[in-house]
């Protein structure tokens, strides 16, 4: 009975070091999807219908209560330029990302799941306020989505009330 | 009964975000986006119109709660159903729901001796689980988010429901439900597998003299994203045949909801329910209203 449950011990401790470990892999933050570039071309407008992307989408998240204050004090042209960068590459466009990756660029915030989405939302206004497809829109949130992983602070990083 | 438990879910609601206030004086607003905490389906759990999805009821995250409710009248040729009812999703994890249905057999009751406009009511206490998986965020996983649920129903009419045939008065279902959303397509797809032996969802009974045991059945529904407010879609549900003096069919439905705000979606169907004892082809309307909080 001993040697199962120490077994059984070994085995948790072993799968929570891998997953540890599997935390360290920072996933690429701009990877290439070549086969939407017809989706940057035609829909956003390529890199200067993202970069005025990008100025609408700071506005409305500088109105916005919940999210202002990730911003409001940040360097906004650099944060503007760098999303239109990423998004950019994530479309197949020719462009290079020069930001940092996405662990890495939130770390100064506490960031939970409900500012997440509340970015999102604030994406699609802006979206929707140039123009863009519905269906060209939901091509790029497919890529972003998944970033919820590493722009959220990880439960035991989030401060105990 | 009914009463009671409401004041339950109230209070326990209360209660919750009451302690979630004092943790987070500066709390945001709730966190899930537009249409993805679903609607209300007629036995009160967070679904499509007929089948209860993997989501949890109410637009709250992982720390937070959120809460429904909802009224929803099926208008078919010969009867008619009223099901309202309340849902508490607890931290984007568990879901709490009540509900509550009516269903007014109109000029069949009258033919059946049992008087015009007889009805059948029952209340429908219901808890789901999210085991794995985020059927919007995850994206990159094949796996959809997947959730256990269980809805126990108790029918206000023993006495006609044994004398339908029918074996017990109340039951409870079982089921397991994946829902996933493929953004690239703006397509969400949920499959649900429901351990039961309700007959007509538990209106009629649980059981009966065809077949006592429970049966597996398959729900499915399909909903295409026209915006972020506007979605249409069809769903497909299995039922089991427990009663010889009424043969059930599957019902199916084709719908169109929309969400001017967070705090509200309307749902319009088409439903078709098939036979329902003595009334072949049972096809009309379907409308509900969602309030969340």
């Known amino acids: 009975m001993r040697t199962i449950c120490s077994s059984i011990l070994f085995a948790l401790a072993l799968t929570g070091s891998v997953a540890i470990a599997q935390d360290r892999v920072i996933p690429d933050p701009a990877p290439a999807h070549p086969e939407l570039r017809p989706v940057l071309i035609e829909d956003f407008g390529g890199m200067p219908g993202l970069l005025l992307l990008m100025d609408d989408f700071m506005q409305i998240m500088l109105e916005d209560p919940q999210l202002r204050p990730f911003f409001e004090h940040a360097e906004q042209d650099r944060i503007k330029r760098q999303l239109a960068e990423q998004i950019c590459v994530i479309l197949g466009g020719d462009c290079i990302y020069s930001g940092r990756d996405m662990v890495e660029s939130h770390r100064d915030h506490i960031i939970t799941r409900a500012d997440f989405n509340a970015l999102v ?22 890529k972003l989505a998944p970033m919820y992983r590493e722009v959220e602070t990880p439960r035991e990083m989030r401060p105990v009330d | 009964m009914i009463n009671r438990l409401l004041l339950l879910v109230c209070l ?27 609607v209300s389906q007629i036995e009160g759990a967070a679904g499509g119109g007929l089948t209860p999805w993997a989501v949890i009821a109410g637009y709250g995250t992982e720390d937070q709660i959120g809460a429904n409710a909802f009224y929803t009248r099926v208008n078919v040729d010969d009867y008619h159903l009223d099901a309202y009812g309340v849902a508490v999703g607890f931290y984007d994890r ?32 219901g808890m789901k689980l999210r085991l794995l998986g985020d059927a919007v965020l995850d994206q990159d996983r094949w796996w959809p988010q997947l959730s256990l649920g ?27 439900a994946a829902s996933k959303l493929y953004l690239a397509q703006s397509l969400l797809l949920n499959a649900t597998l429901r351990w039961t032996k309700a007959n007509q ?12 045991s429970r049966s597996l059945e398959a729900e499915f529904s399909a909903a295409y994203l026209l915006s972020r407010r506007l979605a249409i879609g069809a769903e497909y549900r299995t039922k089991p045949n427990n009663l010889g003096i009424a043969d059930e069919n599957h019902w199916w439905d084709l719908f169109v909801a929309y969400a001017p705000s967070k705090n509200l979606s309307v749902t319009l169907a088409w439903v078709d329910l098939g036979n329902i004892v003595i009334a072949d082809d049972q096809r009309g309307y379907y409308l509900s209203v969602q309030a969340a909080f």
């Open chain 1, 121 to 142: 939302e604030a994406l699609q206004v802006a979206m929707n306020n140039k123009g863009i497809p519905f269906r060209a829109q939901n091509k790029l949130l497919e």
């Open chain 2, 12 to 38: 326990l609601y209360t209660c919750a975000l009451q302690a979630q206030d004092s943790a987070a004086p500066a709390q945001s607003r709730s966190g899930k986006l537009l249409l993805t905490g679903g």
């Open chain 2, 94 to 125: 568990f879901e709490l729901s009540l509900a509550r249905q009516r269903f007014d057999t109109e000029q069949v009751g009258a033919a059946l001796g049992l008087g015009r406009g007889f009805a059948l009511e029952q209340q429908i206490i």
């Open chain 2, 150 to 176: 269980v809805q126990h129903k108790r029918n206000d009419q023993g006495d006609l429901l044994r004398a339908i045939g029918a074996d017990s008065d109340s039951g409870t279902d079982y089921y397991l």
């Open chain 2, 201 to 212: 969802t538990g209106l009629l009974g649980f059981g009966g003299d065809r077949g006592s």
